[in-house]
């Protein structure tokens, strides 16, 4: 039974192959891609919520929002 595919599926197959495999490809791949460096393969740690509370704690007295005791506190609080 002929269906005229013809010579141009013959082109058209490998090519949606080759972008089938591609796209199976950075599937596997994306997921290491978010929680790993590029250059040093090792995973990249992200602040603790914390650990910036504790910055933004320090910043705030250091520009005299907060006093002495509401510091020591919230910092308690904080650890």
Same mark, same amino acid.
Do not use: D, V
């Given at each position: 039974?002929?269906?005229?595919?013809?010579?141009?599926?013959?082109?058209?197959?490998?090519?949606?192959?080759?972008?089938?495999?591609?796209?199976?490809?950075?599937?596997?791949?994306?997921?290491?891609?978010?929680?790993?460096?590029?250059?040093?393969?090792?995973?990249?740690?992200?602040?603790?919520?914390?650990?910036?509370?504790?910055? =933004?704690?320090?910043?705030?007295?250091?520009?005299?929002? =907060?006093?002495?005791?509401?510091?020591?506190?919230?910092?308690?609080?904080?650890?």
């Amino acid at each position: 039974m002929w269906f005229g595919w013809g010579w141009g599926f013959m082109l058209f197959a490998p090519i949606c192959l080759i972008l089938i495999a591609i796209g199976i490809y950075y599937a596997f791949t994306s997921g290491h891609r978010k929680s790993y460096s590029c250059l040093t393969h090792t995973p990249q740690t992200q602040p603790t919520s914390s650990g910036r509370a504790l910055e =933004i704690l320090k910043e705030r007295y250091a520009k005299g929002e =907060i006093t002495r005791e509401q510091y020591q506190q919230m910092k308690n609080e904080l650890t």
